[in-house]
Structures are given as structure tokens and as C-alpha cells.
């Protein structure tokens, strides 16, 4: 076969793959082609190696997807979580919730520490474990789910984006008790979590131990009644109180600066009285 056979049968393998969306056959195809001769493998052989191949840049890419799709603000992996630093969290619990059987058994996970204790972190490598499984999941901050489901209600949308929570394998709601929440802004967190009871997983990170949740959320009612959702067969993990940012900017600052050891990080309180999530809120 000439160089002109060969650059037509490859030019028509590459349409051919185009049209059945299989990039990758295209591209390995020839490559594979010269492997399989070299290792005198059988023309099945080659087959497999070819379908392998797609399957494994599909799975790539899907992994990739869920990534963007999750929208989470940082990338942090569990990989990178240092467990010496805070010896309050379990390396091996941690590491068998990262296997997702939490997902399928739809049960909840709630951190509760103070800032900068890792709660974020962990939350977010749950996260990425999960999107590695082909899971679809979404990353929201208290405060931003409650923005998005009050541009949904003044779009007249609340029901279609309620529906479009409920459809991932996993949520993690970062920073509730961050911000007083008025009212409405509280039913909406109740819905989003009640719609998930028992269907669907939920991560949650907190700063507020449950007994003060009230001071976040007025209504003593909807207080107990979102406890109680999110906690019902939860896998609760206290973080500690010690913040592991505030120990590393004293480390790095360790014999610049006298005194510094002696500086105690506050913990964060939120402030009196009710703040609106959205200035759309004060419409309702």
C-alpha cells in the first residue's frame, strides 16, 4: 500500500470518527496501529486497545465536567488536607466517607469548628472525591444558594430551580450560621435541604454548634424542623477550635514580630439582628 492509500484510509478513518464522536480512536489509532504490530497482537487486540482508549478520554472528560459543573471556588483535594495539623479529624474516617457510600445511602455530613479549622477544605475534597466517581454535585455557600433561589422566585423560576438542586447526587452548603438569615432566606435553605431527606446526600459546614442556631435563624420552629432534616442518620465531625490558618501565618511570622504568639483568633459571631441575604429580600 502507497503513502497515498495509507493518508486516504487515515483521512477517512478521522471522518468516520467524527461522525460517531470518538476523538480519541482518530487520534491513537495509527499509534495503536504501530503497537499492535510490534506485539504481534491479534486484530481483536488491536480493537480493545482502541475502545480502551475512547473510554478512558470519556471518563476524563466527564470527571472534568462534573468538576466545572460543581463550581466550587478553589480546588482542594483530600490529598492535600493535612490531618497532623488538626488532630481533632479523623484521617481514616474521612478517607471512608471520600468511597461516597454516604451518597448512595443518602446521608447527610455536617462539619462544625470554628474558622480556618479545615471545614472548608474538607468539604470541598468530599467534593472532588465525589465528581471523581462521575457524581454529580454543586458547591454553594449558604448565602448563595439563598440569592439564587430569591432571583429565581422574582424570575418566577423558584420551581425549576428547586427541581435543578434536587437532581444532583450531592450538595455542600458552605458557611451556614456565617449570616443571620431573615426569614424567607431560611425557608428556602429548609427547602433545598427538607427536598433532600432521605433522597440525596448534603454536605454542610458550620461555625455554630446547633444549640446557637437560633441566633441565626429567629424562627425557633424552622430552627428545629431544618435541625432536625439535617441531622436525622448525619455523620457529625467537630473540627476543633484552633484555627489552622491563623497557626500557620504565626509560623511564618515566628521571630519577626514579638508578641505575636500571644494573639488569640477570635472566633466569628454573627452580628445582631437580621441581615437580608439579598437586597431583593426587602421586596418580600
Not at 488491536?46 to 466527564?62: F, G, S, T, V
Not at 454529580?136 to 418566577?156: C, D, T, W, Y
Amino acid at each position: 500500500m502507497n503513502a497515498q492509500s495509507v493518508a486516504l484510509e487515515a483521512a477517512t478513518i478521522r471522518q468516520q470518527c467524527k461522525v460517531l464522536r470518538m476523538p480519541t480512536i482518530a487520534a491513537q489509532c495509527a499509534q495503536l496501529a504501530e503497537q499492535a504490530v510490534r506485539e504481534r497482537r491479534t486484530h481483536l487486540g488491536y480493537l480493545e486497545a482502541l475502545l480502551q482508549a475512547e473510554l478512558e478520554e470519556r471518563e476524563q472528560r466527564l470527571i472534568e465536567r462534573r468538576l466545572r459543573e460543581a463550581r466550587l471556588p478553589r480546588m482542594k483535594t483530600l490529598e492535600e488536607f493535612d490531618f497532623g495539623r488538626n488532630p481533632k479529624v479523623s484521617a481514616q474516617q474521612i478517607h471512608e466517607l471520600a468511597k461516597g457510600d454516604y451518597i448512595a445511602k443518602a446521608e447527610p455530613i455536617i462539619f462544625i469548628g470554628d474558622s480556618g479549622t479545615g471545614k472548608t477544605h474538607l468539604l470541598t475534597g468530599l467534593a472532588v472525591a465525589a465528581c471523581r466517581q462521575k457524581r454529580r454535585v454543586r458547591f454553594a455557600s449558604a448565602a448563595g444558594l439563598i440569592n439564587e433561589m430569591v432571583e429565581a422566585k422574582h424570575q418566577l423560576q423558584l420551581g425549576r430551580a428547586l427541581s435543578r438542586w434536587a437532581r444532583y447526587d450531592l450538595i455542600a452548603l458552605d458557611e451556614v450560621g456565617y449570616v443571620p438569615l431573615a426569614e424567607v432566606g431560611a425557608e428556602f435553605l429548609f427547602q433545598v435541604i427538607a427536598e433532600r431527606a432521605e433522597k440525596a446526600a448534603v454536605i454542610v459546614t458550620t461555625n455554630l454548634p446547633f444549640s446557637e442556631w437560633t441566633s441565626v435563624i429567629p424562627n425557633a420552629r424552622l430552627c428545629k424542623a431544618l435541625i432536625d432534616r439535617i441531622t436525622d442518620r448525619a455523620t457529625i465531625i467537630e473540627t476543633g477550635a484552633e484555627s489552622y490558618r491563623f497557626r500557620r501565618t504565626l509560623e511564618k511570622r515566628k521571630g519577626k514580630k514579638p508578641g505575636d504568639q500571644n494573639l488569640i483568633p477570635r472566633r466569628r459571631r454573627p452580628a445582631a439582628g437580621k441581615v437580608m441575604i439579598s437586597a431583593k429580600m426587602d421586596h418580600f
